[in-house]
Each structure stands twice: as structure tokens, then as C-alpha cells.
């Protein structure tokens, strides 16, 4: 019964949208779910940041403050389903450029594939609060807007164990609360061994569960995985990873390189 009450809360303040006047879901201005100004906000490149000890080279496409911060929250607690056009484009850049910078992933793109998408899972209590799996959605969509069928959406990541809110634990507990947390299993799984990953996420901020995902896809037999989010907390171990000595300017969302094309809505 109480999961069924937040699935219509959930969708009664989706519907609410419909009725009531529209505010941009970054800074409030009435008129649209997302204004031009903060669309350019987000336009914004996430700098180019220190991977972490046992986190994988992740692409992010932009940082993780203002109003993008106040988006990601919306679409994932707020009932924001207006935005997932928004988060899904920001995605598919940050995806897009992995695939064309990552040499492993630009090798296996030029054979034609495979190359495996994996989101992050939802724990079981996020998932009955929410009624759904944003970053499920988010990769999915993602994943359809990369003209490449050699890219594959595989949610085989699983949770093995509870673990407590991450929201108020600092970088060394978050890391150990997420230790062998989880695991690959589900029908898929067999794709895994081998295999070149990319695990999805909304945001990385410490890097606790993309490290913790590599983890469990490694053990899986996974031979090479990265990792892709629409934004990155400023100072998060990881980010748009150094491939060259010097480095070269990040690109902004949308602006993916090399093999990949990204399909554009609108």
C-alpha cells in the first residue's frame, strides 16, 4: 500500500506540471522547465580531475553545482520528469566522449562492439520511494541516442547486501559502506566477461560507487570498464580522465568526438 501511495505521489507531481505554471527547475524563472540561461550553465565542461585510487577513468559533462545540481535533484526526488530530456542529452555527451577518447572503448567501437552500458542500480528502498530507476531510464535513453548498435544497455549490477544513506557519510565511510555491496548476476550476465564496460551514473561525488561497480564488473570477468555521468561534484577524485600529458580543452556537452555521433531530439 505504501509503495503504492509514492508511485501516485510520484505521479501526481509530474501531472502537476501540466496545470500549474512552469519554473525552470535551475534557478525558478517562470515560463520552462529549463531556461536558455541555465541550459548554457550547463553547457559548462566538467574540469579535468584526478581519478581515485580503484575508481575507473570517468567522463562527466558537466559540474555537479547550481543549477544542475538543483535539476538532478528534481528529476530524482522531485517528480522532474520534464527534465529527463535535459539529464539524457547531458548523458549522451558524457557517453559519447568516453566511447571516443577511451582507446579501449575506440578500438571496440571500430570492430563493432560490443561495448556494454551498465547503470548503477538502485538500492530497494530508493527504488519503492521512487517508484522507478532514474539512472535505469537516464542509460537507456542515453544509450538509444548513440548511433552505434554495437553499444548495449546491460543492467546486470545488483545489490548484494543493504547498505545505510550515502548522503551524510564522508569519502572513507562511503567507501566502506559500499564495499562488496554488489554484484553481477540477471539475464545478461554472461555479457560480461570479456568484456569493454561503461558504468552509468547520474552524478559521481567521492567516487565510492563507480569504484565499487568496477569492482564487482571485474570480478565478473569484465576486462576493461570506465565510467560516464551527467555531472561531477568540483574536486571528485574522478573525471574527464588526462588520456594525453598535456591534456587538451574539454569539449562541451554535445560536442562528442571521433567515431561516435550522437543523435539529437531537439
Same mark, same amino acid.
Given at each position: 500500500?505504501?509503495?503504492?501511495?509514492?508511485?501516485?505521489?510520484?505521479?501526481?507531481?509530474?501531472?502537476?506540471?501540466?496545470?500549474?505554471?512552469?519554473?525552470?527547475?535551475?534557478?525558478?524563472?517562470?515560463? @520552462?522547465?529549463?531556461?536558455?540561461?541555465?541550459?548554457? @550553465?550547463?553547457?559548462?565542461?566538467?574540469?579535468?580531475?584526478?581519478?581515485?585510487?580503484?575508481?575507473?577513468?570517468?567522463?562527466?559533462?558537466?559540474?555537479?553545482?547550481?543549477?544542475?545540481?538543483?535539476?538532478?535533484?528534481?528529476?530524482?526526488?522531485?517528480?522532474?520528469?520534464?527534465?529527463?530530456?535535459?539529464?539524457?542529452?547531458?548523458?549522451?555527451?558524457?557517453?559519447?566522449?568516453?566511447?571516443?577518447?577511451?582507446?579501449?572503448?575506440?578500438?571496440?567501437?571500430?570492430?563493432?562492439?560490443?561495448?556494454?552500458?551498465?547503470p548503477v542500480p538502485e538500492t530497494r528502498s530508493a527504488a519503492r520511494?521512487?517508484? @522507478?530507476?532514474?539512472?535505469?531510464?537516464?542509460?537507456?535513453?542515453?544509450?538509444?541516442?548513440?548511433?552505434?548498435?554495437?553499444?548495449?544497455?546491460?543492467?546486470?549490477?545488483?545489490?548484494?547486501?543493504?547498505?545505510?544513506?550515502?548522503?551524510?557519510?564522508?569519502?572513507? @565511510?562511503?567507501?566502506?559502506?559500499?564495499?562488496?555491496?554488489?554484484?553481477?548476476?540477471?539475464?545478461?550476465?554472461?555479457?560480461?566477461?570479456?568484456?569493454?564496460?561503461?558504468?552509468?551514473?547520474?552524478?559521481?561525488?567521492?567516487?565510492?560507487?563507480?569504484?565499487?561497480?568496477?569492482?564487482?564488473?571485474?570480478?565478473?570477468?569484465?576486462?576493461?570498464?570506465?565510467?560516464?555521468?551527467?555531472?561531477?561534484?568540483?574536486?571528485?577524485?574522478?573525471?574527464r580522465p588526462r588520456l594525453h600529458e598535456e591534456g587538451d580543452p574539454?569539449?562541451?556537452?554535445?560536442s562528442a568526438v571521433g567515431v561516435v555521433r550522437v543523435r539529437s531530439?531537439?
Open positions: 500500500m505504501g509503495g503504492t501511495r509514492r508511485r501516485w505521489g510520484g505521479g501526481l507531481r509530474a501531472a502537476a506540471g501540466l496545470v500549474l505554471p512552469v519554473r525552470c527547475a535551475g534557478c525558478g524563472a517562470p515560463g @520552462e522547465g529549463w531556461c536558455p540561461r541555465c541550459r548554457h @550553465e550547463a553547457r559548462r565542461p566538467a574540469g579535468g580531475l584526478t581519478v581515485g585510487a580503484g575508481v575507473p577513468p570517468c567522463w562527466s559533462a558537466t559540474p555537479l553545482v547550481g543549477p544542475v545540481r538543483r535539476a538532478v535533484s528534481a528529476h530524482k526526488d522531485g517528480g522532474r520528469r520534464d527534465l529527463h530530456p535535459v539529464l539524457v542529452d547531458l548523458l549522451a555527451a558524457a557517453l559519447a566522449r568516453a566511447l571516443a577518447e577511451d582507446p579501449v572503448l575506440r578500438a571496440a567501437v571500430a570492430a563493432g562492439g560490443p561495448v556494454l552500458v551498465v520511494r521512487r517508484g @522507478e530507476d532514474p539512472v535505469g531510464r537516464l542509460a537507456g535513453a542515453a544509450v538509444g541516442r548513440l548511433d552505434d548498435p554495437g553499444v548495449a544497455l546491460v543492467p546486470v549490477l545488483r545489490h548484494t547486501r543493504r547498505v545505510a544513506d550515502q548522503s551524510r557519510l564522508g569519502r572513507s @565511510e562511503r567507501a566502506a559502506n559500499l564495499a562488496g555491496a554488489l554484484g553481477v548476476a540477471g539475464r545478461g550476465a554472461e555479457r560480461v566477461v570479456g568484456a569493454a564496460c561503461v558504468v552509468v551514473d547520474d552524478v559521481v561525488t567521492t567516487g565510492a560507487t563507480l569504484g565499487e561497480a568496477a569492482r564487482a564488473l571485474r570480478a565478473a570477468g569484465a576486462a576493461h570498464v570506465v565510467a560516464a555521468t551527467v555531472a561531477a561534484t568540483p574536486g571528485a577524485p574522478p573525471g574539454a569539449d562541451g556537452p554535445g531530439d531537439g
